[in-house]
């Protein structure tokens, strides 16, 4: 073929391709409505809505830190840029007051906007496709008869070519699998409950799931963890790091109170999690931790009999704290800040919330890396405001590098059968020179208070 | 063990289990009153110091951490007879009731003011969260640090302490 | 009662007086009593003169007021620095009576064997009592001087005035008080009536005056008992028992005992504690301890679920505190009847209870911020099976009480264990977990109101019945600590007994001050203390004003009248007029409509009915999605009598405001069947900066000439009040169930 006709059919491919993915990505408007009148909403609707959003977490990403809730501007960090969350207030010109019910479904089902544009999945629509249109349309209830608050929020901040929208429908073609949640007739009710609740609105995975270089998740390692915003999110199928295995029992306890006496406390990101989840029906917390627990699966002798180890170890530092301390392993400077500044607390003597865990039980220190304690070491867990609830100090003024790296490694020899973590001096002065950056939530998910709408401060 | 620390501008070698919280090397080996036990555990503020200019709880800060650290109480913020824009602030304002957790709330303050000399009302409430009051003194507490940042601010401009 | 003796009245107090001095000493009682104290059963031999204030329990000037030839003048009080400013205050008062500059005074504070005993600083009445005592005896010191100073020159004694601490004559003489105390005796009763400097003289009292007190505490003086530090002194920690009651079994101490520091491991029976060198080591001794303390036993506590609600039905005997007109069978056109709930509260001190106690030649010497030196003295002494001369008590500063915490019994503690180190001090400090564990509580309490309004909306008919345990178990009795209870022979706690007195003890302030003319009101007394409880700020008067000013706006909104005119209407006091009309007026109190999430509330009452008067109006946001609920602005006005120190009016009304919300809005001991499980501030969360007000404004009633009114406790129950009267107004909810903690305000909203 002469370069002419071979450029001239090229063209043609390309334009009738760019046709192709243009007819394609093409999303319509669905024409804006007037405000649905909050009388006109089935309360009892509007009152499931607020037990979905609570599954769905719907309040921590779209509240801004001390902003009014739902109101958006809540900036979430990603490879790509930054994306701001938007206005889910009833709003007629910021918010959502003009989409319909039909529009408010499709943004769910399909991740787009009323207007027509494709949305980031940083709105894990992945996750909320699964959605019924039964419960979409109490979360639009609920939504509808929230508070109206004139907020525009922040714009995105993503460079070419991430801004351009209509990219997006490439990704979805890639990743992302539209359609309501089926369940499987061949399994128990509470199970498909489970599936929907974990899988769908509470997007467990959006954050316990690793992600690829297009920041879609890695299907074949479901729940296998990984690192949100510089916490890390375990594993919470077979391979998680728990010393003292989950089971259906503790996590349901877990996930609504926001503590267990074998794991400790929720904190972190996990934290408005629990707070939510504490406000909703039990049987749902119940549901969602029966489902995950079967992912986990049941552990084999060798990880039941770590479990034991770990709760005899426990013991023995209650009932002989100076043997204990006697036979513990590891001299010098990290074992002597240990007894001096953590044990106190930790001994086990007080169990969670109040007191500090023992650290033979502990995820974090038997975890992939030290991010977690060093999070927390440095910048403490603030107490929720007003609530009996867990809370640590802040040692980020006392502890310098090297004092911190050899209380963790001390803390990995003493606590943890594990082989030492690679990463701890790296991560350790990345933390505490500012460039791994730490959100700091308040321990608002150990309480059994509502939730906060914004649980984030500054550290 | 003995542990070199500066407190308050002084050197001193602390004979002491290396184990001991700085609360009670300030108070029983240094006699010094200013940071008081009010839960040992982190959670009240009446213990706060300055380490190096940050507000600090030194009921949770072992003395094996500080070797070569510079530790302020609120003695080094003035005296008696010659107090300090802080503590001439805090009896301006007569901000206090029991007066426990005063040397705490000051401590914390200072520790704001010197970072940030111009910090606001809001700045000043957040930066003293940490810290309880059971008496309710919280507004005089705020009217105080704000006044204190005045007289560093006037201090300042003249040349002298803050 | 005291030191000294009460003698037969004088030739010339009986001249002084004048007509009949006798007195009914049952009334007197009735008028000064403060809870706790027993009540005589019968009146005394001798009839005794009306002496004004704590005088008459030691009339003799000198108890209160003596100088010396330097002309050093020293002022005595019973009564003790609480944080509350007191020391100042009294200062002021001794000051402008004495015609001296305040920084020629030196006050010595509540000392079993200097200051006259004036039982407990409580129920806000050390102005009332001891101010007044002071005041007079103040004024009479410095007529006696001037008698003296008439009688040396030979002149009468209207040419001679008092000035800067002299004598002086119109042609300048002068005369110094030193140089007129040798030829002067103070020790003469004091007169039933004193010349009392009028108000427009005055240059000390009335003024904002500084805390003498202050600069000491920002510039690390060593002002508290936790700062003491005496020669040999050794550190002690106490072991408690993981409930009351508990017996400790066998014990073998041997690993604490050759701890680093261990002087000793002290063990009386089930009272457990160990004596180290150094403060750190003693905690480090404690711990250990802790571990291999076995116990046993103890008192199973109620299942939290429907506690209170159970009040109702457990044995109680009633008192009838106030009964006027007909309450059955009036016909009103409305009626209203809710319950309202209280739970228990701690203290919650700042800096938990500590005492340094030393066993030298017999006498125990006690330092502590008990609020009762003598009582705790008694209490001590009867422990220890000694006299009470061998037993003396200082106070010394410690962190605010609000009322009786554990600091007498961190005094018994300490008693005990010196007995154990003879000769060198003991330093017992509590621990935090101890202090909120162990402190007696504010207990909870159940009221029932019933009221009727009649056609014109005023209110014809109040019923008003309360459940309570006593709210005072001061020592009193050896019984009443906690040390004493776990000796081998425990001493049995007294058992509480009603009384109905008019200062009110879980009855206070639960008749309204409004003018009902049918109303009856009950205690049911409930003499079992499951929880340990006794006084906390404001005793009943929190629950009681709570439940009649949230009823008030009730009962306002069927009469569709305004909150602050419906008060107005049944307020015949001109007193308490005047301060309703001042906070409505400072918070531009208006019926405006408010926008979304804001309401505002108002609330009234005289403490205990015959102390300060205090309205307060407040703006509160509600946020919807959460129940979070938080006061912006509060205004308040106080009427305090006569003021001493308006600042320190202003100080205490602030925080008990603060203090008051913090308890309304989110404070309740935790406990299961086990035990207590509220034992630091995390389990126990009190209000921190982030929540406390934008602003509040404490307006000041000038009443010169009239009687001081006791002033720290005025704010609680309006405050709780005020704030449920503002969520109703945000929300349109009535909140009945304290604390009003965010799951419940959420509850009343809904979705």
């Not at chain 3, 004091?190 to 240059?203: G, H, N």
């Not at chain 3, 309450?327 to 701690?346: C, D, E, H, L, N």
Request: glycine fraction near 10%; charge should be neutral; include cysteine.
């Amino acid at each position: 073929m002469r370069p002419l006709r071979l450029l001239a059919v090229l063209a043609l491919v390309l334009v009738l391709g760019g046709a192709a993915f243009l007819a394609y990505a093409w999303r319509s408007e669905i024409d804006p409505a007037d405000p649905p009148a909050p009388a006109s909403l089935d309360p009892a609707l509007a009152a499931r809505g607020s037990e979905l959003a609570a599954i769905g977490n719907c309040n921590v990403c779209h509240t801004a830190p001390n902003g009014e809730p739902f109101a958006g501007g809540l900036g979430i960090p990603t490879p790509f840029g930054t994306i701001y969350s938007t206005n889910i207030t009833p709003d007629p010109e910021t918010g959502i007051g003009r989409w319909s019910e039909a529009a408010f479904i499709r943004s769910m089902r399909e991740g787009v906007d009323r207007e027509g544009r494709h949305l980031y999945p940083a709105f894990p629509y992945d996750h909320f496709t699964l959605v019924t249109d039964e419960d979409n349309r109490a979360l639009y209830a609920f939504l509808m008869t929230r508070r109206a608050v004139a907020a525009t929020p922040t714009a995105n901040e993503l460079s070419f070519p991430f801004n351009v929208r209509l990219l997006l429908a490439g990704w979805k073609a890639l990743f992302f699998k539209e359609g309501a949640f089926r369940p499987d007739p061949g399994r128990p009710a509470e199970w498909n409950r489970g599936r929907y609740l974990a899988e769908g609105l509470s997007h467990c995975g959006a954050c316990h799931t690793p992600r690829n270089r297009f920041g879609a998740e890695e299907a074949t390692q479901h729940f296998s963890g990984a690192e949100v915003e510089n916490w890390t999110a375990y594993a919470i199928n077979a391979a998680s790091p728990a010393p003292v295995p989950w089971d259906a029992e503790s996590l349901a306890a877990y996930l609504r109170h926001g503590w267990h006496e074998r794991h400790g406390v929720s904190r972190g990101p996990m934290a408005p999690v629990t707070a939510n989840l504490g406000s909703v029906p039990e049987a749902d917390a119940r549901a969602i931790a029966a489902y995950v627990a079967e992912i986990m699966g049941q552990p084999n002798q060798e990880r039941r009999a770590r479990g034991e180890a770990a709760l005899a170890a426990t013991r023995r530092d209650i009932e002989a704290p100076l043997a204990a301390r006697a036979g513990a392993t590891g001299n010098g400077i990290g074992a002597a800040i240990y007894a001096s500044a953590c044990e106190g607390c930790h001994s086990g003597r007080r169990p969670p919330p109040f007191g500090g865990l023992n650290l033979h039980l502990s995820t974090a220190v038997n975890g992939p890396n030290p991010q977690n304690i060093i999070n927390v070491v440095l910048f403490g867990l603030p107490a929720a405001k007003g609530e009996p609830s867990a809370m640590m100090p802040a040692y980020r003024s006392v502890l310098n590098e090297d004092q911190l790296v050899a209380l963790l490694e001390h803390m990995r020899e003493r606590f943890s059968d594990r082989p030492a973590w690679t990463d701890t001096r790296e991560r350790v002065a990345a933390t505490i020179r500012g460039e791994r950056r730490i959100t700091v939530y308040r321990m608002d998910g150990t309480t059994q208070a509502p939730p906060e709408s914004s649980m984030r401060t500054t550290p | 063990m003995t542990v070199t620390l500066s407190v308050n501008g002084k050197t001193h070698r602390v004979e002491a289990d290396p184990e001991t919280p700085l609360l009670y090397v300030l108070r029983d080996d240094l006699q010094l009153n200013g940071a008081k036990y009010g839960c040992g555990i982190g959670q009240c503020g009446s213990c706060t110091v300055m380490v190096d200019g940050e507000a600090v709880l030194s009921c949770v800060t072992p003395l094996l951490l500080l070797e070569g650290r510079k530790v302020t109480t609120v003695e080094g913020l003035g005296t008696l007879e010659n107090p300090g824009p802080m503590q001439r602030a805090f009896i301006e304002e007569q901000a206090a009731q029991c007066g426990y957790c005063i040397p705490g709330m000051m401590m914390r303050a200072q520790a704001l003011l010197q970072a940030d000399p111009a910090a606001g009302e809001a700045a000043v409430r957040a930066q003293l969260e940490p810290n309880l009051c059971r008496c309710g003194t919280h507004m005089r507490i705020v009217k105080a640090v704000m006044r204190a940042g005045e007289l560093m601010r006037q201090n300042s401009r003249s040349g002298g302490a803050t | 009662m005291t030191g000294y003796d009460v003698k037969s009245p004088t030739r010339r107090g009986i001249l002084a007086a004048g007509g009949s001095l006798v007195v009914s000493f049952s009334l007197l009682s009735r008028a000064y009593s403060q809870e706790g104290e027993v009540q005589p059963t019968a009146p005394p031999a001798q009839p005794k003169a009306k002496l004004p204030g704590s005088l008459s329990g030691d009339p003799f000037l000198d108890a209160w007021i003596r100088i010396d030839a330097k002309g050093e003048v020293t002022v005595f009080t019973g009564k003790a620095e609480l944080g509350q400013g007191v020391k100042t205050a009294l200062i002021q008062i001794a000051a402008e009576e004495l015609e001296l500059d305040p920084t020629a005074i030196h006050l010595v504070t509540a000392d079993t064997t200097r200051t006259p005993d004036e039982g407990y600083t409580a129920g806000s009445q050390s102005i009332q009592n001891s101010g007044t005592a002071i005041r007079h005896a103040a004024a009479q010191v410095r007529e006696i001087l001037i008698a003296q100073a008439a009688s040396r020159w030979q002149v009468a004694a209207d040419q001679l005035r008092a000035e800067n601490g002299m004598i002086m004559r119109a042609d300048g003489q002068s005369l110094a008080y030193g140089d007129l105390v040798s030829d002067t005796n103070l020790h003469v009763e004091a007169t039933p009536q004193s010349r009392l400097k009028p108000a427009s003289s005055f240059k000390v009292m009335g003024q904002p005056m500084r805390r003498v007190d202050i600069p000491a505490k920002v510039t690390g003086a060593p002002v508290y008992v936790q700062d003491m530090r005496l020669p040999g002194m050794v550190h002690a920690r106490v072991v408690r028992p993981p409930r009351p009651g508990a017996t400790l079994g066998a014990l073998d101490a041997s690993a604490v005992e050759t701890m680093p520091g261990v002087v000793a491991v002290v063990r009386n029976g089930s009272f457990l504690a160990v004596v180290a060198e150094r403060e750190f080591q003693a905690i480090q001794a404690m711990r250990v301890l802790e571990g291999v303390a076995q116990w046993s036993g103890g008192v199973k506590l109620p299942k939290p679920d429907g506690f209170i609600q159970s009040l109702k039905s457990v044995p109680s005997q009633e008192g009838v505190v106030s009964e006027k007109g007909q309450t059955s069978g009036v016909a009103g056109a409305k009626t209203f009847q809710a319950t309202f709930t209280r739970p228990y509260q701690i203290h919650g001190s700042i800096g938990p209870s500590c005492a340094v106690a030393q066993l030298d030649n017999g006498t125990t010497t006690v330092w502590s911020h008990t609020q009762g030196v003598y009582p705790d003295r008694a209490a001590i002494s009867e422990m220890l099976g000694v006299k009470p001369e061998q037993v003396r008590v200082i106070h010394v500063e410690g962190s605010g009480c609000y009322g009786h915490n554990g600091a007498d019994d961190a005094a018994a503690d300490a008693a005990l264990i010196a007995q154990a180190v003879p000769g060198r001090p003991v330093r017992l400090q509590w621990m935090r977990e101890q202090e909120h564990m162990w402190e007696p509580y504010g207990p909870a309490m159940l009221t029932e109101v019933r009221a009727a309004l009649d056609d014109a909306g005023r209110i014809v008919a109040w019923n008003y019945d309360l459940w309570s345990n006593t709210h005072s178990t001061r020592p009193g009795p050896a019984g009443s600590l906690i040390a004493a209870q776990s000796l081998p022979t425990p001493f049995q706690p007294p058992p509480a007994k009603l009384s109905i007195s008019p200062s009110g003890n879980g009855d206070r302030n639960a008749v309204p001050l409004y003018a009902i003319p049918n109303l009856r009101v009950i205690w049911h007394f409930l003499p079992d203390m499951p929880l340990r409880v006794s006084a906390l700020r404001g005793l009943g008067a929190y629950a009681n004003v709570f439940a009649i000013e949230s009823t008030m706006d009730e009962l306002a909104l069927m009469a569709g009248a305004d909150p602050v005119e419906f008060r107005l209407r049944h307020m015949e006091d001109p007193r308490g007029r005047a301060v309703i009309e001042a906070a409505a007026k400072g918070f531009g109190w208006s019926s405006d409509e408010l926008p979304e999430g804001r309401g505002r509330g108002f609330a009234f009452a005289r403490y205990k009915n015959l102390a300060a008067y205090l309205a307060l109006a407040l703006d509160m946001e509600v946020e919807r999605e959460t129940g979070r609920s938080r006061i912006t602005r509060v205004v308040a006005a106080i009427d305090s009598g006569e003021i001493v120190n308006p600042d320190g009016i202003r100080n205490q009304t602030e925080g008990g405001i603060i203090q008051a919300a913090s308890w309304t809005l989110y404070e309740a001991v935790s406990f299961d069947e086990d035990g207590i499980t509220s034992m630091d501030w995390s389990s126990y969360p009190i209000m921190r900066f982030g929540a406390v007000p934008e602003s509040i404004d404490v307006r000041i009633m000038d009443r010169p000439g009239e009687p001081f009114l006791g002033t720290g406790e005025a704010a609680q129950g309006p405050t709780a009040a005020a704030i449920g009267n503002a969520i109703r107004s945000a929300t349109g909810k009535r909140l009945y169930d304290l604390p009003f903690r965010a799951e419940k305000v959420k509850a009343a909203i809904g979705v």
